[in-house]
């Protein structure tokens, strides 16, 4: 679905990694490896996630919870975009 939609890889790669838990990020790093998705879609997953934290802020303040994965999900969007901007054929592989 990722590698069909291209445009949208970065918003779902940030929504996805915006759920507790690291689960996601590492299936996003297999896809990328085998050239499915873009690499900014890996940046905004990183960035938008808050890792088993996730859990924690959940359990503790629902609504400051809200607020904090929205706001890495924005973030984690707009990076991932600047970093394919950046970087439009991913990361430089050095020789």
Not at 24 to 36: F, S
């Amino acid at each position: 679905l990722l590698n069909r939609y291209r445009a949208w890889q970065v918003p779902i790669a940030a929504v996805l990694g915006a759920t507790p838990g690291c689960g996601v990020e590492i299936l996003l790093v297999t896809q990328y490896t085998r050239g499915a998705v873009s690499f900014g879609a890996i940046v905004a997953a990183l960035t938008a996630t808050m890792g088993d934290a996730g859990f924690l802020i959940i359990a503790k303040d629902l609504p400051a919870a809200g607020i904090v994965i929205g706001l890495c999900t924005v973030a984690g969007i707009v990076v991932g975009y600047a970093v394919n901007w950046l970087h439009p054929d991913g990361l430089a592989i050095l020789r």
